[in-house]
């Protein structure tokens, strides 16, 4: 599955940004997806996943009330609905995919089968 990351741009501190994951390849509904963020110096790190069903989402304990995982599998697509957007929130954001469908190890960048090429998000104050 090959996976593709839009929707970054930049935008100012308090605006929203929602970010699509689309797939190629294969069809979105059979994997589960996770969204990870890489800021300038810092390791890639962990957003939110979203199981091949919808059923479970996770997201990091200190961006769950900004920012939500959703999902479209009629459009094949998965997204990640930011809100009150910080500075600190600049990143490059990939969408990444679990071929087991689960969102098992979710935290862990090696538990992805595949990764988009990122998108880049730029907040300023």
């Known amino acids: 599955v090959q996976l593709q990351a839009s929707g970054g741009g930049s935008v100012q501190a308090g605006d929203s940004l929602r970010l699509s994951c689309t797939a190629s390849g294969r069809t979105i509904s059979n994997i589960a997806v996770g969204w990870f963020r890489q800021a300038p110096g810092k390791e890639r790190e962990f957003v939110a996943v979203i199981s091949r069903s919808g059923s479970t989402r996770l997201h990091a304990d200190s961006l769950r009330e900004r920012f939500a995982i959703s999902r479209d599998n009629g459009k094949n697509t998965v997204y990640l609905q930011m809100d009150s957007l910080k500075p600190d929130d600049t990143a490059i954001y990939y969408c990444?995919?679990?071929?087991?469908?689960?969102?098992?190890?979710?935290?862990?960048?090696?538990?992805?089968?595949?990764w988009g090429q990122g998108t880049k998000v730029t907040v300023s104050s």
């Open positions: 990444a995919g679990k071929t087991d469908g689960t969102v098992l190890g979710y935290p862990y960048r090696d538990r992805y089968d595949a």
